[in-house]
């Protein structure tokens, strides 16, 4: 099914530990992008892509790290985990060109760090 | 940068009466597009409805509508007809450029 593909939907790390959250499309998406999700906050933007090679930051972009290699995936790394990113992380992607037909949503990964 | 309010954190509303989610925005740009996203228990987001800033008709997906104030801002959705299956956080968005900017959430509760 086309769509967008999270792995893990679930994970917890230990304070300092590192790990990648991965997003995969194939709808041929140029723009992908990562959020966070936290209690009273809606999502806030953390990185994002408008193409392979091509990566720029959002609202809350400390602590991770992005790299963009194809137009199909999208990894979000933690160096260096810490508790306050305890959070659902979720990847959408859109195409760049055209209308906007609105984004589309992975499933979402719940982390927690303790 | 854009802003994006819900001033109201929690809405109650009863079986096949009508509710209306507030949404209000900050923006200098003349070209963007608004969306309400659905988020059930599942935390899947849903996309309901959207709109184009230079559309002057407000947008209309079944039972879902908008009333879309360009001039104050406003971008309320209206569910009519409730249904127990709507319950959800709701989520106005705004977009401009790459960056899809989201308000806090309404807790939609629909009751018996």
Request: proline share 5%.
């Amino acid at each position: 099914n086309a769509g967008v593909t999270q792995t893990p939907k679930f994970q917890v790390l230990k304070t300092g530990q590192s790990m990648t959250l991965q997003c995969a499309q194939d709808m041929n998406h140029e723009y992908m992008s990562w959020y966070r999700q936290d209690p009273g906050m809606g999502l806030r933007l953390i990185h994002y892509s408008v193409g392979a090679g091509i990566t720029d930051q959002g609202e809350v972009p400390n602590g991770y790290n992005v790299s963009r290699s194809t137009t199909e995936d999208f990894p979000l790394r933690l160096l260096s985990a810490a508790p306050s990113q305890t959070s659902v992380y979720f990847c959408a992607s859109r195409p760049t060109w055209g209308p906007p037909h609105g984004y589309t949503f992975g499933s979402g990964t719940r982390l927690t760090v303790v | 940068a854009q802003t994006v309010t819900q001033s109201q954190p929690e809405m109650s509303v009863q079986e096949a009466e009508t509710v209306t989610l507030s949404c209000t925005y900050d923006t200098s740009e003349n070209n963007y597009y608004l969306f309400w996203y659905k988020q059930p228990p599942s935390r899947q987001m849903i996309l309901v409805i959207r709109q184009e800033a230079y559309k002057q008709q407000n947008a209309t997906e079944n039972r879902f509508s908008v009333n879309f104030q360009k001039a104050a801002k406003s971008f309320s959705l209206k569910i009519s007809d409730s249904q127990l299956g709507d319950t959800a956080m709701y989520f106005c968005a705004f977009q401009s450029g790459y960056a899809l900017n989201f308000g806090k959430g309404t807790s939609l509760l629909v009751t018996p």
